[in-house]
C-alpha cells in the first residue's frame, strides 16, 4: 500500500525566512517519483519540484528545494526567502512507476506567510 | 496557451439528481485523472483513463461514472448514488513517465442543497 505523511497541518513563517514542509512516505515500490504542488485559496494545483527515487542529488527549483532522505522514507520541502505570495496549501505526492502515473497524495500543509 | 478546462467552477445539485462535470485538455496528454479534495483529506483519486475508450476505478469510483470517447475530454458524472459529493473536484492530465507530473485544471466545487 501506498501512504503519504503531512504531519504539520499549519505552519507560520516570517518573510524573507525559511521553512521546512515535513513529508514521508511507504511504498514497496523501488521505483517512483515525488512530487510537491502548491495549492492558492484559488484551487489550482501548481507543480513545484521533482525527485526520482534514483536520484543521487536533492532537487532544487528557484527558491524550493527537497531534501530527499531514501533510508528515512523523507521528503521535506525547503522554501527559501518566503513571500507573502508562499501563503497557500502545499501537498506532497508520491506516483510509483508500476502504477501508470497514478498520483497518492498527502492531506498538506497549511503555510502562511506573516509580513 | 495549452492547459485544462473545468467547467463550470460552482455547480449546484438538488439532491438526488445526476450532475456531470466537465474536463478538456488541448495539451495532447493520453491520461487523465479525477480527483475528489475534501478539508483535511488531501486528494483522493476516483476515475483515471490512459487512453481513449478506456479506464479504470481509482479508490472512490462508488456514485460516480466517466466517459472517454475523445482524447481531449474526460467527463465526471456525479450520479444520485453518491451519498455524500459536496466537495472540490479536481481533473488532471500527464504524459507517460513518473519524471512528468500532472497539469490540473482549475477544479470544481460542487455543493449538494
Known amino acids: 500500500a501506498q501512504k503519504i505523511t503531512q504531519t504539520q497541518p499549519g505552519m507560520f513563517v516570517q518573510e524573507k525566512e525559511a521553512v521546512t514542509l515535513d513529508c514521508t512516505y511507504d511504498t514497496s515500490d523501488p521505483s517512483y517519483g515525488l512530487f510537491w504542488y502548491k495549492q492558492p485559496s484559488s484551487g489550482e494545483m501548481i507543480f513545484l519540484i521533482y525527485q526520482g527515487s534514483y536520484d543521487q542529488q536533492n532537487a532544487t527549483e528557484g527558491r524550493y528545494s527537497l531534501n530527499f532522505q531514501k533510508a528515512r522514507k523523507s521528503a521535506n520541502l525547503v522554501i527559501s526567502a518566503s513571500q507573502l505570495g508562499d501563503s497557500a496549501m502545499y501537498f506532497c505526492a508520491m506516483s510509483p512507476i508500476n502504477t501508470g502515473n497514478q498520483f497518492y497524495f498527502g492531506t498538506g500543509t497549511s503555510l502562511t506567510v506573516i509580513p | 496557451d495549452g492547459g485544462i478546462t473545468q467547467s463550470p467552477k460552482y455547480l449546484f445539485r438538488k439532491e438526488g439528481q445526476n450532475v456531470t462535470l466537465s474536463c478538456e485538455q488541448n495539451?495532447?496528454?493520453?491520461?487523465m485523472y479525477w480527483y475528489r479534495q475534501d478539508p483535511g483529506q488531501g486528494l483522493r483519486l476516483i476515475y483515471y483513463?490512459?487512453?481513449?475508450?478506456?479506464?479504470q476505478k481509482g479508490d472512490i469510483a462508488e456514485g460516480y461514472s466517466v466517459s472517454r470517447e475523445k482524447k481531449e475530454s474526460f467527463p465526471l458524472t456525479v450520479t444520485s448514488a453518491q451519498k455524500n459529493p459536496t466537495a472540490f473536484y479536481l481533473c488532471?492530465?500527464?504524459?507517460?513517465?513518473?519524471?512528468?507530473?500532472?497539469?490540473f485544471g482549475s477544479g470544481t466545487r460542487l455543493t449538494v442543497v
Open positions: 488532471a492530465s500527464s504524459i507517460p513517465g513518473i519524471r512528468h507530473g500532472y497539469t
Open positions: 483513463s490512459q487512453i481513449v475508450n478506456d479506464f
Open positions: 495539451l495532447n496528454h493520453d491520461a
